[in-house]
């Protein structure tokens, strides 16, 4: 094997990339300062998606530790809840208050930390992969790698997508356990029992932190064993070759793996909830090998006109399709060439496989939308680090003079497009109009267009918008649910009841279709609405309620009884507290029912009946729980009132 010194000092070195070997923390820093410029446009952006949606919930967050904890265990949009991701974001509001700004320059602090760790995590890995380069090929290579990801275009869409902040935290501390891990695995040095406890423990506790900001952290111990299985036979030895690395091996991928499988296992039924999706199991995965070819697509060209965070139009591949099967088992032989081959292309293998290993999650089995340019943010690097290493090889071999020249074009090439893309995510209504422009089947992003030309008076347009979508997706829940918001905004317009209940009924329970109403009930109960009265939407309810006890989904029933309850509290409370009932009766198990009876009826001024409420509620509700808070919080107010 080539001896890394010999190599480093027969190769001639300019003056950058001396003086990188000589500071590898100048050169994270110069990272820094590179990734920065050009995301600088898209900072003025707003809130988009779900952002409001996981913001929401802390806005009344305080410096106390009480509030504090209630506001880190208080998202629900993850199975642990991400209470590391939402401590960060409680943080921003105490700090900055509820604005954009912030938390999207939060985010790319963030990014720009984990660009450097990216830095350094090249290295460790291209001293696995590449055993015989020198030291300044690993650290030009590294360093070129980490400026591609980090100014990559397609980081746009994390970046500045707030909630987002998840995936990078995530993302951060996978990439410090990977490299406690490799730097350990890869350390020749004989060391005791101590040195393996420390640098397992450190790599226990950022996988564990990764777990906490967002599930994809468990991923970890898959992306040390893709490490594993792409490195060249010499690089496997040092990896597995003392009692300590085993160890670490089998405490730190092997079981936390059989564990993982053991979850996904037992979880598989309540995991598997595809009543909410407009696609079945074997269709997401007939599905996703498209997707993932789409984003390698946009890996390698990565063209603004294709990209966006409104991936809803992506087509649905059948049981019935031939080519989608003959994809999905391709893709299913890829990695299993790729570790064929890993002698000969380590790097070719390492790509493959780290790219598949980050997608592990999200691409595969769970029911998640379909495609999200997010779920790239790590997947990423593996890519990068494997072009970097290959381009700078070519470009040396054949014209070493024009190196620097070449690397230079393709990091302003990529910070260029990147720079025009965050232009265009500097404010909602440049967002909007080119998110439906790039992607004219996009349900959302015609609706979000809509919006827009609804604030500037344009209803025609935005009619217009919702009309294309009923066409092209006729069973889908939402472009027939916008009638109503028209509806509200102007008199004339005319709801497509039938359509609405047509489309609703295929997916009764699920989230889009009972978030619509919550939304419209509460638009129409407060008054807002101009063209639909609270008895005719009352009338539309009791139909969906109906609908939802023939389809025997127990939950929707109450729901839509609680929404037609909710229209009266403030017109006839009577009829409205006998609804309330009602719908307990339906369940009186269900989450939340006897809090939200608990909350109208101290509104009314009857404390026993709060109480009685009250400590059904509480009956139902771990005293570890946020919920228990607002519960005490109800209590005290309940008390209060006059006996």
Same mark, same amino acid.
């Given at each position: ?411 302003? @090439?990529?910070?260029?497009? %990147?720079?025009? $893309? /965050? !232009? ?7 967002? *909007?109009?080119? +998110? ?119 939950? @929707?029933?109450?729901?839509? %009884?609680?929404? $037609? /309850? !909710? ?7 009577? *009829?409205?507290? +006998? ?65």
């Amino acid at each position: 094997m080539l001896d890394r010194s010999t190599a480093a000092q027969g190769a001639p070195h300019s003056r950058g990339s001396f003086l990188i070997a000589r500071s590898p923390l100048l050169a994270a820093l110069i990272l820094t300062i590179l990734c920065a410029a050009p995301f600088a446009p898209g900072l003025t952006g707003p809130f988009l998606l779900d952002d409001w949606g996981n913001l929401e919930p802390l806005l009344n967050v305080n410096p106390s530790l009480e509030s504090i904890y209630a506001a880190v265990f208080n998202n629900a949009s993850g199975v642990l809840l991400r209470p590391v991701s939402n401590l960060s974001f409680a943080m921003n509001l105490l700090l900055a208050g509820p604005y954009p700004l912030p938390f999207k320059l939060t985010n790319l602090a963030i990014h720009l930390i984990t660009g450097g760790l990216a830095f350094f995590v090249s290295q460790s890995l291209l001293r696995i992969l590449a055993p015989a380069a020198s030291e300044r090929r690993v650290l030009l290579s590294a360093l070129f790698a980490a400026i591609i990801w980090a100014v990559h275009p397609l980081q746009v869409s994390t970046v500045l997508y707030v909630v987002q902040r998840m995936t990078m935290l995530s993302a951060l501390f996978m990439l410090i356990a990977i490299l406690v891990a490799t730097r350990f695995l890869t350390d020749t040095t004989k060391h005791g029992a101590r040195h393996w406890l420390k640098s397992f423990v450190l790599y226990a506790a950022a996988t564990f932190l990764a777990v906490l900001s967002k599930e994809n952290g468990a991923l970890v111990p898959l992306i040390l064993l893709a490490i594993f299985l792409a490195a060249p036979p010499e690089a496997r030895a040092t990896l597995f070759g003392t009692r300590e690395k085993k160890l670490f091996w089998l405490g730190g991928v092997v079981a936390p793996m059989m564990v993982a499988v053991v979850c996904l296992l037992i979880g598989w039924n309540s995991l598997m909830g595809f009543s909410g999706r407009s696609f079945t199991l074997v269709e997401r995965l007939l599905t996703e090998p498209f997707v993932l070819m789409g984003y390698v697509r946009t890996i390698l060209i990565p063209a603004p006109s294709v990209m966006g965070l409104f991936l809803d139009d992506t087509p649905i591949r059948s049981a019935a399709d031939p080519l989608a099967w003959a994809t999905l088992v391709a893709f299913l032989a890829i990695p299993v060439i790729a570790v064929r081959l890993h002698k000969r292309f380590p790097m070719f293998a390492f790509a493959i496989l780290w790219f598949l290993a980050c997608h592990a999650m999200e691409s595969t089995v769970l029911p998640l939308e379909l495609a999200f340019e997010h779920r790239n943010y790590l997947a990423l690097l593996g890519p990068a680090i494997a072009t970097a290493y290959g381009l700078l090889g070519l470009f040396e071999h054949y014209s070493p003079r024009l190196t620097g020249a070449a690397v230079l074009a393709t990091v302003a @090439a990529l910070g260029f497009t %990147t720079f025009h $893309r /965050a !232009s265009q995510w500097s404010s909602e209504e440049t967002f *909007a109009l080119t +998110e439906a422009r790039n992607h004219p089947d996009s349900i959302r992003a015609q609706n979000l267009a809509g919006i827009v030309e609804r604030r500037r008076g344009n209803m025609t347009s935005a009619i217009a918008r919702m009309d294309a979508m009923k066409k092209a997706h006729p069973n889908e829940f939402f472009p027939f649910a916008m009638d109503m918001d028209f509806a509200c905004d102007s008199t004339g317009h005319e709801v497509d009841w039938a359509g609405i209940h047509r489309t609703a009924a295929r997916d009764i329970g699920g989230s889009e279709v009972l978030g619509y109403f919550n939304h419209i009930s509460i638009v129409v109960a407060n008054g807002s609405c101009q063209g639909i009265s609270w008895r005719q939407l009352d009338a539309h309810l009791v139909r969906l309620a109906d609908e939802a006890k023939r389809q025997r989904s127990t939950w @929707a029933q109450q729901y839509f %009884t609680v929404l $037609r /309850a !909710s229209l009266r509290e403030n017109i006839d409370p009577p *009829a409205a507290s +006998e609804l309330f009932y009602q719908a307990a009766d339906l369940d009186p198990k269900a989450k939340d029912i006897w809090t939200r009876i608990a909350m109208f009826e101290i509104a009314q001024n009857n404390r026993a009946q709060a109480l009685v409420a009250l400590n059904t509620a509480e009956s139902q509700t771990p005293t570890w729980s946020p919920s228990a808070k607002r519960l005490a919080q109800l209590r005290a107010t309940a008390e209060s009132l006059q006996r």
